[in-house]
């Protein structure tokens, strides 16, 4: 499911008789698969649907899953959903690595600057001292159980 990524790769901007049309499929099954929530074709202010790029390809695919290889819409579904989670861990994984790039470069400038002759290391004084602990008294009760209490 691999697509360029443009302007309309977000937009809904195909009406369901053209997004029909490119997908292969009946406006009628487009609707169904709107309902099952297979596709979320995005929606004017008159709730007419608009489809994007990414709802087209996301329509061939259905197609494909259904056709070829003889999968049914809730195993569609599922599958759709699973290759979504996936995307999104994929960018989750790629933001934390370069997250992690952008930390270890960082540190090893810093590593570099503090073994470098030129550095001078600065004893400064606290700026925040914790208040003193409180102290707790605890005092064992010394009135005998009830007949309700455990001796």
């Known amino acids: 499911m691999s697509s ?8 809904g901007v195909y009406v369901i008789s053209v997004a029909a049309q490119l997908s292969g499929l009946h406006p009628q099954t487009l609707r169904q698969y709107d309902r099952l ?3 979320s074709p995005g929606r004017t202010s008159g709730r007419g649907r608009r489809y994007s790029a990414r709802d087209i390809e996301r329509l061939r695919e259905v197609a494909r899953l259904s056709q070829e290889e003889g ?3 809730a195993g569609i579904k599922r599958i759709l ?3 979504n989670a996936n995307d999104q ?5 790629a933001d934390l690595e370069a997250e992690l790039a952008f930390v270890t470069a960082a540190l090893r400038e810093k590593t570099s600057e503090a073994t ?7 004893n400064l004084p606290a700026v925040y001292e914790p208040p003193p602990s409180a102290v707790v008294v ?11 209490l455990p001796r």
């Open 116 to 122: 470098s002759p030129n550095y001078r290391r600065v």
């Open 71 to 73: 999968v049914n819409l």
């Open 4 to 11: 360029p990524r443009d302007e309309t790769w977000e937009v």
């Open 37 to 39: 929530g297979l596709v």
């Open 138 to 148: 605890w005092r064992r009760e010394t009135r005998r159980p009830g007949p309700d």
């Open 81 to 83: 959903d699973l290759e």
């Open 89 to 93: 861990l994929r960018n989750r994984i």
